[in-house]
């Protein structure tokens, strides 16, 4: 049973459109996260959510914007894509907040051509 | 600002080597400090964590060591076995507040 999963893995799309990543997981946990992972590896978070509340917001472009329907889900649509935007994003959760162990999904590998 | 700092970039160790990744950090507000594991083509797991009321934390072949005065903690992987080989990330946080990653550590093990 994956404990967080994301869909899809891969998204090959073109400069300026919109696409949108979907995470779930089924821990129970009331905490979610969306990190991304550029091409040297480095791990930054973009976006926390604490039982539906966004609670963590980086300094992200507003073309990011999360959605959280319930606390088992946390969304990202991205919009107007741009070629830096291709990265690796990784949504996670955590049974409350930062300092309990966060468990990642598979990751959405996003290229923007 | 990169509030915690990780090196080396990448490490070669031979099969039965011990694994030594050192990270420091700045903020003294920081009170746990975990290190995750990943495979290629996988999310990051939790391997071990650390709070700053102990200076050492085994979990088998895995040990952090950590220095509160001198703000660093490291991992060691003694007898480092190929199936070791991954990007290891150490990362801090303090109450109530988000995970900061160091920049990694490739590590392969050759057999």
């Known amino acids: 049973d994956t404990a967080v999963s994301q869909t899809p893995k891969y998204l090959v799309t073109q400069m300026g459109n919109d696409k949108s990543i979907k995470c779930e997981q089924n821990?129970?946990?009331?905490?979610m996260y969306w990190y991304k992972q550029d091409s040297k590896k480095f791990l930054k978070i973009m976006f926390s959510?604490?039982?539906?509340?966004?609670?963590i917001n980086e300094t992200v472009p507003n073309r990011f914007s999360p959605k959280s329907p319930d606390k088992a889900h946390l969304n990202l649509h991205i919009n107007s894509l741009e070629l830096g935007d291709s990265a690796v994003y990784f949504c996670?959760?955590?049974?409350?907040?930062?300092?309990?162990?966060?468990?990642f999904g598979p990751g959405t590998r996003l290229l923007v051509l | 600002q990169q509030q915690v700092k990780q090196s080396p970039q990448s490490l070669i160790v031979q099969k039965g080597g011990i694994s030594i990744i050192n990270c420091a950090y700045e903020?003294?507000?920081?009170?746990?400090f975990p290190w995750y594991q990943q495979f290629p083509g996988k999310g990051p797991a939790l391997l071990i964590a650390?709070?700053?009321?102990?200076s050492e934390k085994k979990e088998g072949r895995f040990t952090i060591s950590f220095n509160k005065s001198a703000k660093q903690f490291s991992l060691h992987i003694m007898d480092s076995q190929p199936g070791d080989s991954a990007t290891y990330f150490c990362?801090?946080?303090?109450?109530?507040?988000?995970?900061?990653f160091g920049a990694g550590t490739i590590l392969r093990v050759k057999s």
């Open positions: 996670a959760s955590s049974p409350k907040l930062a300092r309990e162990t966060q468990y």
């Open positions: 821990l129970g946990h009331d905490t």
């Open positions: 959510y604490n039982n539906k509340e966004l609670i």
């Open positions: 903020n003294t507000a920081f009170d746990y």
């Open positions: 650390i709070r700053p009321d102990v």
């Open positions: 990362a801090a946080s303090k109450e109530g507040n988000k995970l900061v």
